[in-house]
């Protein structure tokens, strides 16, 4: 159960667009279309930003996308706002009732 | 309205125990499969167990099978995590979340320290 691999940052200035990666294995993402992400601000619990890949919770703006090839997944952030400055985290389930988080991404609007 | 309260966190000692727990309200708790999410100070998140919603299916991370179990109870919608033979690393806030991670509570502090 290794950590999926995320870049440590990512920087944008607002109006933006920006692509966090998310690299796994044949035995997570790539096996499976359950990859998630989370926003995270200091001191709050992270919050539900994609799931299954592409779809997003009601409430989550539609600046937020995900995709998936192979063993890699991506969210693309639109239209950057200062108000997206945090750390985003994937998560993948690994089979056997296994998950796994992503190692975790600073967004830093410039 | 969704509520995942999570409590039981504290100062313990290498080697010792400690049981978490966690109260859902604002779903039907037997409906859904439950996890247990760590994070350490200044670190990333870490998952650490997971329950199904008839307790039929668990699974551990690495760095804690062997020594924490979880469990449930869904007269009391209730989620526990028995922590056993604690060790620095264990030191997080561990966070409760509902199956999809949709919901998170805001986590109980567990610190491992002699």
């Known amino acids: 159960q290794s950590a999926l691999t995320q870049p440590a940052s990512v920087s944008g200035s607002p109006g933006q667009s920006i692509t966090i990666s998310c690299t796994g294995t044949?035995?997570?993402?790539?096996?499976?279309?359950?990859v998630s992400w989370y926003q995270q601000h200091p001191g709050k619990a992270p919050k539900l930003m994609i799931y299954e890949v592409s779809k997003r919770p009601s409430g989550v703006s539609n600046r937020f996308s995900g995709s998936k090839s192979g063993n890699t997944a991506s969210l693309t952030i639109s239209g950057l706002q200062a108000e997206d400055e945090a750390d985003y985290y994937c998560c993948s389930y690994a089979g056997s009732s296994l998950y796994v988080f992503g190692t975790g991404t600073k967004v830093t609007v410039l | 309205e969704v509520q995942l309260v999570e409590s039981g966190g504290g100062l313990v000692q290498p080697g010792r125990s400690l049981r978490l727990s966690c109260a859902a309200s604002g779903f039907t708790f037997d409906d859904y499969a439950m996890h247990w999410v760590r994070q350490a100070p200044g670190k990333g998140l870490e998952w650490v167990s997971g329950?199904?919603?008839?307790?039929?299916?668990?699974g551990y991370a690495d760095s804690v099978k062997g020594r924490f179990t979880i469990s449930r109870d869904n007269a009391k919608n209730s989620l526990y995590l028995q922590m056993n033979s604690l060790r620095a690393e264990d030191t997080a806030l561990y966070y409760c979340?509902?199956?999809?991670?949709?919901?998170w509570g805001q986590g109980t502090l567990v610190t491992v320290s002699s």
């Open positions: 044949s035995s997570d993402v790539g096996s499976y279309n359950l």
């Open positions: 979340a509902k199956e999809n991670f949709d919901y």
């Open positions: 329950i199904s919603w008839n307790s039929g299916s668990i």
